[in-house]
C-alpha cells in the first residue's frame, strides 16, 4: 500500500479556486460522514435548491424572497416568472393578507423529513428516528411530525 503525502496548502488553495477534483473529494468525504455520523462536518452546510418552477407558486402564496434572490443571483427570468412579475407590475398579483407559508421553512421541513427516512430505511425505528431528529436539528417532537406530515408523499 502506497504511502500517500498531502500538501494542505496546495489542497485548500485548490478546493477554495473550485478545482472540480478537489471539490468532488471533499464533497465525497463530506457525504460519508453524514451518512455514518447523520451529522454534516463543521463548515458544511446541507441545502435544498428550489428549481426555478417552484419559485411562482412561494410568490403566489406570498413569499417572494426565494424569487427576489434568484432573480439577483442572474437567474435566467423564464416565461412563467416573466408573466408572474408583469402581473404584479399590472397590479394582478398582490400579497396574501394571511402570513404565507415560508420557503425556507417548507425546505426546513423538507430537509427533517428527508434525515427521517433515510434513518428509517437505514434500520431505525419510528421512533428512534424521530428521537435522533430532536437530537440532531434540535428540535421538539411536534416540529418532526410536521415536517412529516408536510412532507408525506
Given at each position: 500500500?502506497?504511502?500517500?503525502?498531502?500538501?494542505?496548502?496546495?489542497?485548500?488553495?485548490?478546493?477554495?479556486?473550485?478545482?472540480?477534483?478537489?471539490?468532488?473529494?471533499?464533497?465525497?468525504?463530506?457525504?460519508?460522514?453524514?451518512?455514518?455520523?447523520?451529522?454534516?462536518?463543521?463548515?458544511?452546510?446541507?441545502?435544498?435548491?428550489?428549481?426555478?418552477?417552484?419559485?411562482?407558486?412561494?410568490?403566489?402564496?406570498?413569499?417572494?424572497?426565494?424569487?427576489?434572490?434568484?432573480?439577483?443571483?442572474?437567474?435566467?427570468?423564464?416565461?412563467?416568472?416573466?408573466?408572474?412579475?408583469?402581473?404584479?407590475?399590472?397590479?394582478?398579483?398582490?400579497?396574501?393578507?394571511?402570513?404565507?407559508?415560508?420557503?425556507?421553512?417548507?425546505?426546513?421541513?423538507?430537509?427533517?423529513?428527508?434525515?427521517?427516512?433515510?434513518?428509517?430505511?437505514?434500520?431505525?425505528?419510528?421512533?428512534?428516528?424521530?428521537?435522533?431528529?430532536?437530537?440532531?436539528?434540535?428540535?421538539?417532537?411536534t416540529t418532526v411530525q410536521r415536517a412529516l406530515k408536510d412532507c408525506a408523499d
Open positions: 500500500m502506497a504511502e500517500i503525502e498531502i500538501d494542505w496548502d496546495v489542497f485548500f488553495a485548490a478546493g477554495i479556486a473550485s478545482d472540480p477534483v478537489v471539490r468532488a473529494i471533499m464533497l465525497q468525504v463530506a457525504q460519508e460522514i453524514l451518512d455514518t455520523t447523520g451529522k454534516a462536518p463543521p463548515g458544511v452546510v446541507i441545502g435544498f435548491k428550489v428549481k426555478d418552477s417552484a419559485l411562482v407558486p412561494f410568490a403566489l402564496d406570498g413569499d417572494w424572497e426565494p424569487l427576489i434572490s434568484y432573480i439577483e443571483q442572474g437567474g435566467d427570468i423564464n416565461h412563467e416568472i416573466r408573466n408572474f412579475i408583469l402581473d404584479v407590475l399590472r397590479g394582478k398579483v398582490r400579497r396574501p393578507n394571511h402570513r404565507p407559508r415560508r420557503a425556507a421553512t417548507l425546505l426546513h421541513h423538507a430537509k427533517i423529513a428527508w434525515h427521517v427516512s433515510k434513518w428509517r430505511a437505514d434500520g431505525l425505528g419510528p421512533e428512534a428516528s424521530i428521537q435522533k431528529a430532536i437530537d440532531v436539528f434540535g428540535i421538539d417532537r
